[in-house]
């Protein structure tokens, strides 16, 4: 009698669990599980978040891929080694929101990941490339460099960062000649000279005013000959921290781009001035109490400014208070501005030290009659003191109905505030309503 043998049907990986797909990845050399991710979309899943995150439970690297964002280089961030697995990644829905690399001292070889994930043409919506302040030079450095951002513009990044400078240095003459990007919308360019060098000037001005900018923020870079060969039609906010850079070197730029909406400038002032009509649609400025004097100055300039924000002149040591009489002299100028309502200063700032801010002469808080909103960061380390007098300066401020408040929780101070001044209609602490007319505090 003939023995039947019923059909088994055969067990393949895409039939196994996910617990049992990751012991096997376990025993699997990172090449070889790369290869086993291509076989279908599930296993690739799996494959991907064994490769990227490891030592993370299985529903939270799940989560991890679905929120999109990737970032490279940080002791708590993923290894640049898990960049192949990204390039071979089909599972991640297409464009990666968030793409950022911080470099370290083994960035050549970083940077050899990032060029080939960047040829692959994934495309990537805010790329990141942060390189660490006073890496040592390498003979391949510039070749690197040059390689990085060759095929930058296949990934069609509409927002692109790049921070820090590196030790590259190019022959006289040289220029980089890799294709301009076209799809940008949001740039930064902070304390990386290298940007704008002699070799990658050309490329960096023609990738701007190729792109439909609206964000563009320039920090402790030289701007001086970048600034006249910018024609950006679609800018609306415009940052520029540069504190060797006088204000006569940026007003020509601002009077050129009438659709700047935001504007911070931390730079250092001269006799310059806006041209009559400059600045149409600005309702946001910022800058220090010398800078927006002179701009205020301006006829017919920015007539429909409704915020101001007073910053001290010093970057790197925002705890320097601005000079008390400049301050003053910048109240004068935003009276003559009926347009302006809301106003941002160093309230507590001016008073941590002593009571020489209450008892300047003559003071002219008494003609802000337009300023309905103050907002004040608030500092840690004031005392009571401190406090009694921030209150004090408030007071002098007669048309203020609503307060808003950075940093800290300051329910008690806002209490003491509203016995001193019951005018007060509504204080906000970090974006927390804490006092209003309809309520107690």
Same mark, same amino acid.
């Given at each position: 009698? $003939?023995?039947?043998?019923?059909?088994?049907?055969?067990?393949?990986?895409?039939?196994?669990?996910?617990?049992?797909?990751?012991?096997?990845?376990?025993?699997?050399?990172?090449?070889?599980?790369?290869?086993?991710?291509?076989?279908?979309?599930?296993?690739?899943?799996? $494959?991907?978040?064994?490769?990227?995150?490891?030592?993370?439970?299985?529903?939270?690297?799940?989560?991890?891929?679905? =929120?999109?964002?990737?970032?490279?280089?940080?002791?708590?961030?993923?290894?640049?080694?898990?960049?192949?697995?990204?390039?071979?990644?089909?599972?991640?829905?297409?464009?990666?929101?968030?793409?950022?690399?911080?470099?370290?001292?083994?960035?050549?070889?970083?940077?050899?990941?990032?060029?080939?994930?960047?040829?692959?043409?994934?495309?990537?919506?805010?790329?990141?490339?942060?390189?660490?302040?006073?890496?040592?030079?390498?003979?391949?450095?510039?070749?690197?460099?040059?390689?990085?951002?060759?095929?930058?513009?296949?990934?069609?990044?509409?927002?692109?960062?790049?921070?820090?400078?590196?030790?590259?240095?190019?022959?006289?003459?040289?220029?980089f000649g890799g294709p301009v990007l076209s799809t940008l919308e949001d740039i930064t360019i902070s304390r990386a000279p290298f940007v704008l060098s002699d070799f990658f000037r050309e490329w960096t001005i023609s990738s701007m005013n190729s792109s439909t900018l609206t964000?563009?923020?320039?920090?402790?870079?030289?701007?001086?000959a970048l600034l006249p060969s910018l024609t950006l039609p679609f800018l609306r906010k415009f940052t520029v921290r540069c504190p060797d850079l006088p204000l006569s070197h940026v007003t020509p730029f601002l009077s050129r781009h009438p659709t700047i909406q935001s504007l911070?400038?931390?730079?250092?002032?001269?006799?310059?001035?806006?041209?009559?009509?400059?600045?149409?649609?600005?309702?946001?400025?910022?800058?220090? $109490?010398?800078?927006?004097?002179?701009?205020?100055?301006?006829?017919?300039?920015?007539?429909?400014?409704?915020?101001?924000?007073?910053?001290?002149?010093?970057?790197?040591?925002?705890?320097?208070?601005?000079? =008390?009489?400049?301050?003053?002299?910048?109240?004068?100028?935003?009276?003559?501005?009926?347009s302006i309502t809301d106003l941002n200063i160093p309230l507590m700032n001016l008073n941590i030290e002593s009571d020489a801010w209450l008892n300047i002469n003559p003071r002219f808080e008494h003609l802000l009659t337009a300023i309905t909103q103050l907002r004040i960061d608030?500092?840690?380390? =004031?005392?009571?003191?401190?406090?009694?007098?921030?209150?004090?300066?408030?007071?002098?401020?007669?048309?203020?109905?609503?307060?808003?408040?950075?940093?800290?929780?300051?329910?008690?101070?806002?209490?003491?505030?509203?016995?001193?001044?019951?005018?007060?209609?509504?204080?906000?602490?970090?974006?927390?309503?804490?006092?209003?007319?309809?309520?107690?505090?």
């Open positions: 009698m $003939a023995q039947v043998y019923r059909r088994v049907d055969s067990v393949t990986l895409n039939d196994l669990p996910n617990e049992l797909l990751l012991l096997i990845f376990q025993d699997l050399d990172p090449s070889s599980l790369i290869g086993v991710s291509c076989l279908c979309r599930r296993i690739n899943t799996v $494959a991907l978040t064994f490769l990227l995150f490891p030592k993370m439970d299985f529903s939270d690297c799940l989560s991890r891929l679905r =929120a999109n964002t990737l970032c490279f280089g940080l002791s708590d961030s993923l290894s640049f080694s898990s960049i192949p697995a990204l390039r071979l990644s089909f599972s991640m829905r297409q464009p990666l929101d968030f793409f950022s690399c911080h470099f370290t001292e083994e960035y050549i070889r970083e940077i050899e990941q990032v060029e080939k994930l960047f040829e692959t043409g994934r495309q990537l919506q805010h790329v990141i490339l942060r390189f660490r302040r006073c890496t040592a030079p390498m003979p391949t450095s510039c070749v690197a460099v040059d390689r990085l951002f060759w095929p930058l513009h296949r990934v069609q990044c509409r927002a692109l960062a790049v921070y820090d400078s590196l030790p590259v240095t190019y022959d006289d003459g040289a220029r964000v563009v923020i320039l920090e402790c870079v030289d701007i001086r911070i400038l931390r730079i250092s002032f001269d006799d310059a001035e806006l041209a009559p009509g400059s600045l149409p649609k600005v309702d946001d400025l910022s800058s220090t $109490a010398e800078c927006l004097s002179r701009l205020l100055s301006s006829p017919d300039s920015m007539q429909h400014l409704r915020s101001i924000t007073c910053y001290n002149a010093n970057i790197s040591v925002p705890s320097i208070v601005p000079e =008390a009489n400049a301050v003053q002299t910048l109240f004068q100028s935003i009276a003559l501005r009926t608030l500092s840690p380390a =004031a005392d009571a003191e401190v406090r009694r007098r921030t209150i004090d300066s408030v007071v002098l401020f007669s048309k203020v109905k609503t307060l808003i408040l950075w940093r800290g929780e300051w329910d008690g101070f806002a209490r003491q505030l509203r016995q001193t001044c019951p005018r007060i209609e509504r204080i906000v602490s970090n974006m927390r309503d804490i006092l209003s007319r309809s309520g107690p505090l």
